[in-house]
């Protein structure tokens, strides 16, 4: 029997939706790298202007990183079926009788196939989702008060600054015109911000790693495609998908 010709195809991920995971997976790497050198960069002999030139590109990428995760948020609650947040989140009737499903599966050893998210997977992206709004807002703090890039660069600068003629003046790593006391204070709210940020970011490189076993463990399990379905938007079946019908 041809196997191929028992398969069942099925569209899952839309346009939007592959365009954001690449997008992320490219700006979180870029992200990553270059934060491990700013991280290492007393070890690594880098200067003032070259710490400076970094953390400027960094925020640059981290731009185009937050603009694409909020649109993503934005999708889940217009785009299509399997990319809103009732598909995603482990949440709902549909997810407990999914789960219960996929528990069973795992029991008896045989493969159950979701055209979404299995409930697995639910919950590794719902951790992957937190820490990327997490590591989002903390890093445009992190922006505003290093470098005083926006958003909130220059609620930053007017803080620290000695008064509002000498704000123009307060540049990163540079004393002219900043208020010792007011910079202190400034560090200050920074340093939770700055530590969650840290914390994150190892965070998030843990969860890329399981993300990518589980994603590698599910390929090998079921071949139903789900990594070329991030670049075509289908996947193939040789029996009808639990969710198809939800």
Known sequence: MNTKSS?????????????????????????????????????????DEGKILLKTWHVYVAYVFVLNLV?????????????RWGAILPIGENYKQQRRAFMTSLKQGKAVGFMGHNPLARWMVTMLFVM???????????????????????????????????ESLVQPYSDTGVNEAA???????????????EIGFFVLAALVILHLLGVIITECRERNGLVSAMFTGRKVFSHKPLDADD
């Open 132 to 166: 990327l709004t997490t590591m989002a807002v903390t890093g445009l703090v992190l922006a505003g008060t290093d470098i005083y890039k926006p958003p909130f660069g220059s609620y930053f600068k007017s803080w620290v600054a000695e008064s509002p003629e000498t």
């Open 7 to 47: 398969l069942q195809e099925y569209r899952v991920w839309d346009r939007s939706i592959r365009w954001f995971h690449w997008i992320n997976v490219l700006s979180v790497l870029t992200l990553m790298a270059i934060g491990l050198v700013i991280m290492n960069s007393k070890a690594l002999g880098i200067t």
């Open 183 to 197: 910079y202190k204070e400034m560090r200050d709210f920074r340093s939770p911000f700055k530590e969650v940020h």
């Open 71 to 83: 649109w993503r948020i934005v999708w889940g609650f217009v785009g299509s079926r399997f990319s």
